[in-house]
Nanobody, 122 residues
Framework: QVQLVESGGGLVQAGGSLRLSCSAS????????IGWFRQAPGKEREGVLC????????YYADSVKGRFAISRDNAKNTVYLQMNSLKPEDTAVYYC???????????????WGQGTQVTVSS
């Protein structure tokens, strides 16, 4: 069974940090791109960061540059999203998804996790 599971979300004060994890089971992440997306209440789902199979990071959202970083550990079959200097506007459900390349990961991509809630208080 192919499965992606996000974890690490929670409640944090503005300026704090969280580290999200996206763990895969049933297949290997080695040859896939993995993207982090987020959806705030009443808003469209937006891309945040993506990492390619060759460990190249792509920023989808300018608002997280200098604050968020993506990484992958193929040995653990896991991708991470390090979130620093969090702001209330970062509050959203965060999802991970996979596809062949970062540019083609969209909401139509086949495999998504269930999401993890990140809430940033003022």
């Amino acid at each position: 069974q192919v499965q992606l599971v996000e974890s690490g979300g929670g409640l944090v004060q503005a300026g704090g940090s969280l580290r999200l994890s996206c763990s895969a089971s049933g297949f290997s992440l080695d040859y896939y791109a993995i993207g982090w997306f987020r959806q705030a209440p009443g808003k469209e789902r937006e891309g945040v960061l993506c990492i390619s199979s060759s460990f190249v990071s792509t920023y989808y959202a300018d608002s997280v540059k200098g604050r968020f970083a993506i990484s992958r550990d193929n040995a653990k079959n896991t991708v991470y999203l390090q979130m620093n200097s969090l702001k209330p506007e970062d509050t959203a459900v965060y999802y991970c998804a996979i596809d062949t390349r970062c540019p083609v990961i969209t909401t139509l991509s086949e495999y998504w996790g269930q999401g993890t809630q990140v809430t940033v208080s003022s």
